[in-house]
């Protein structure tokens, strides 16, 4: 059974930084397009950025554009989002999601395969 745990999670102050990571464990991570989704108390999970199989293909939401940054090392089943200039409105449980598509995955739909538990980061001002 495939399995995704995201870690890095924490509390940090604005302006600083963060690296999640997500851990593929059942099935090797370059089957899956792999995203990541932030939910914040008392809004909808979001769309926050995407990564191809290969990792060749990026995409990001808007608002994280500049700041953000998907990797991944398919050796080690991982991906990473690289967190930099937080600010307190990305305070949110961070999720990550897999899929064969990257359609899919971007769409964080019913659709999508799998889904981490979540991690909580929180920005302090």
């Known amino acids: 059974q495939v399995q995704l745990v995201e870690s890095g999670g924490g509390l940090v102050q604005a302006g600083g930084s963060l690296r999640l990571s997500c851990t593929t464990s059942?099935?090797?991570?370059?089957?899956?397009?792999m995203a990541w989704f932030r939910q914040a108390p008392g809004k909808e999970r979001e769309f926050v950025a995407a990564?191809?199989?290969?990792?060749?293909?990026?995409y990001y939401a808007d608002s994280v554009k500049g700041r953000f940054t998907a990797a991944r090392d398919n050796a080690k089943n991982t991906i990473y989002l690289q967190m930099n200039s937080l600010k307190p409105e990305d305070t949110a449980v961070y999720y990550c999601?897999?899929?064969?598509?990257?359609?899919?995955?971007?769409?964080?739909?019913?659709?999508?395969?799998?889904w981490g538990q979540g991690t909580q980061v929180t920005v302090s001002s």
């Open positions: 999601a897999a899929d064969p598509l990257f359609r899919t995955v971007v769409s964080g739909d019913s659709r999508v395969v799998h």
């Open positions: 990564i191809s199989r290969s990792g060749t293909d990026t």
């Open positions: 059942g099935r090797t991570s370059s089957s899956y397009a």
